[in-house]
């Protein structure tokens, strides 16, 4: 069923069909615009987007490309992506690269294969300044900024300060022995925290002890794995986590060792995911604000579309959230 065969049913021209299912249609009759409707109700008409999209160019779609959409954090900022390019007319389609890179360039292709319009991506915790293949789909990065070699927009937040923040709230509850358990270095986000957690000890006469410096991965089997590794030669009173899923993993293991959590070891995360406040004891985190960035990385990114002036780089503030692991 196409426009042309709808008209001719109802007797009008194509240009009243469109009109009608665009909701341009104040200049036609009720009657009229009833009857259009009435007939593409019956034969369950559904317009060909991609024949529109090639005709106006433009799919009204955005791609954002996730690490892992298991983390609540990623959640949480499609979350923010998707409630934006709603209010501005656009629909997305989420992609998960499992923080693989050959996933993450895959992705990439498909969805300049689909003529999205722009793309938002965090990258995966291993891609660190790859020249990809050069494409013109407008991007913004949200949270990991690397090198693509294009002009790209970025939404981050300044990771030193609240890495720095975290350090010393421990430093000034009386930890010694501060341990610190992140990502690998590859990405500025992760090298970021460690250069805030690093003032903090430096700046409070501690010295830093790679014994107690364990990098990985952003997740919980990381933060098991960590704790586990520093706890069995080491004695710590404080750890600093790259992030809450990597706080959650130490928790478990450091009450599996007999150990308490604020007593005996301190923890604080980075985040602030929505899970946070429940775990036991409360986490103490740094919070992001990962909603906003979300809707922040789809303003930036349809201004950049929509060929409006735009600052391509906007950094967000996070900040330290007290709870009882501390
Ligand atoms: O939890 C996922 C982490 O990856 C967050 O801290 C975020 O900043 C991203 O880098």
């Known amino acids: 069923m196409t426009i042309k065969q709808i008209a001719e049913l109802a007797n009008v021209s194509s240009a009243?069909?469109?009109?009608?299912?665009?909701?341009?249609?104040?200049?036609?009759?009720?009657?009229?615009?009833?009857?259009?409707?009435?007939?593409?109700?019956?034969?369950?008409?559904?317009?060909?987007?991609?024949?529109?999209?090639?005709?106006?160019?433009?799919?009204?779609?955005?791609?954002?490309?996730?690490?892992?959409?298991?983390?609540?954090?990623?959640?949480?900022?499609?979350?923010?992506?998707?409630?934006?390019?709603?209010?501005?007319?656009?629909?997305?389609?989420?992609?998960?690269?499992?923080?693989?890179?050959?996933?993450?360039?895959?992705?990439?292709?498909?969805?300049?294969?689909?003529?999205?319009?722009?793309?938002?991506?965090?990258?995966?915790?291993?891609?660190?300044?790859?020249?990809?293949?050069?494409?013109?789909?407008?991007?913004?990065?949200?949270?990991?900024?690397?090198?693509?070699?294009?002009?790209?927009?970025?939404?981050?937040?300044?990771?030193?300060?609240?890495?720095?923040?975290?350090?010393?709230?421990?430093?000034?509850?009386?930890?010694?022995?501060?341990?610190?358990?992140s990502s690998v270095k590859v990405n500025k986000t992760s090298v970021n925290r460690y250069i805030g957690y690093e003032k903090a000890l430096l700046e409070a006469g501690q010295t830093i002890d790679e014994n107690l410096v364990f990098l990985d991965s952003f997740s919980i089997e990381s933060g098991c794995l960590g704790a586990q590794k520093i706890l069995k030669d080491h004695k710590v009173d404080g750890i600093f986590c790259g992030n809450d899923l990597i706080a959650i993993g130490a928790l478990k293991e450091i009450k599996e060792r007999g150990l308490r959590v604020p007593e005996d070891i301190k923890i604080v995360g980075f985040d602030d995911i929505s899970i946070s406040r429940y775990v036991d004891p409360p986490l103490t985190t740094i919070k992001q604000p990962i909603y906003e960035m979300g809707n922040e990385a789809v303003n930036m990114l349809v201004d950049i579309i929509e060929a409006r002036e735009v600052d391509m780089k906007r950094t967000l503030k996070a900040c330290l959230v007290e709870r009882q692991s501390t």
């Open 16 to 181: 009243t069909v469109s009109k009608v299912m665009n909701g341009k249609d104040k200049n036609i009759s009720e009657a009229t615009r009833q009857r259009v409707l009435k007939i593409i109700e019956e034969e369950g008409y559904i317009p060909n987007g991609i024949a529109k999209s090639l005709k106006v160019k433009s799919t009204k779609t955005i791609g954002i490309i996730l690490p892992d959409v298991m983390n609540l954090f990623f959640s949480e900022l499609a979350r923010g992506v998707e409630d934006m390019a709603e209010a501005k007319g656009y629909s997305i389609i989420i992609c998960n690269t499992d923080n693989n890179e050959k996933k993450e360039q895959k992705y990439l292709q498909i969805l300049q294969e689909k003529m999205v319009d722009g793309i938002i991506m965090t990258a995966t915790e291993s891609s660190a300044n790859n020249i990809f293949c050069k494409f013109k789909t407008p991007m913004v990065l949200v949270d990991r900024d690397i090198d693509f070699g294009n002009k790209l927009g970025l939404i981050e937040v300044d990771n030193v300060e609240p890495a720095y923040e975290a350090t010393k709230h421990l430093i000034d509850k009386g930890c010694k022995r501060i341990a610190f358990i």
